[in-house]
């Protein structure tokens, strides 16, 4: 079992940045990709950034490549999502979420693990 830990949510004016930060606990020996996605109100959830077991592979969604970075700190098992330019349009309940494996996955079917969530809410 992994556990996810989200943090880093907030509220912040259209332009800004936030950076979410993931922590996994339990068994994170194995070799696993660990991704972000997010699901504003009455939408599906939906792939927003995902990093290979090494880190040496990243994955955006085309609506926030180029403003968002996904790395990861593998002894701290420890994964962010820097996230500038923010638009309105960002705001959603982000959810870290971990595969098991050496595949890397941009859909939400293929993880293991997920965490609670937490909210980023982009103002106009």
């Known amino acids: 079992q992994v556990q996810l830990a989200e943090s880093g949510g907030g509220l912040v004016q259209a332009g800004g940045s936030l950076r979410l930060s993931c922590v996994a606990s339990?068994?994170?020996?194995?070799?696993?990709?660990m991704g972000w996605f997010r699901q504003a109100p009455g939408k599906e959830r939906e792939f927003v950034a995902a990093i290979s077991w090494s880190g040496d592979s990243t994955y955006y969604a085309n609506s926030v490549k180029g403003r968002f970075t996904i790395s990861r700190d593998a002894a701290m098992n420890t994964q962010y999502l820097q996230m500038n330019s923010l638009k309105p349009e960002d705001t959603a309940v982000y959810y870290c979420a971990a595969q098991i494996g050496i595949i890397t996955s941009t859909f939400g079917k293929d993880y293991d693990y997920w965490g609670q969530g937490t909210q980023v809410t982009v103002s106009s």
């Open positions: 339990g068994r994170t020996n194995s070799r696993y990709a």
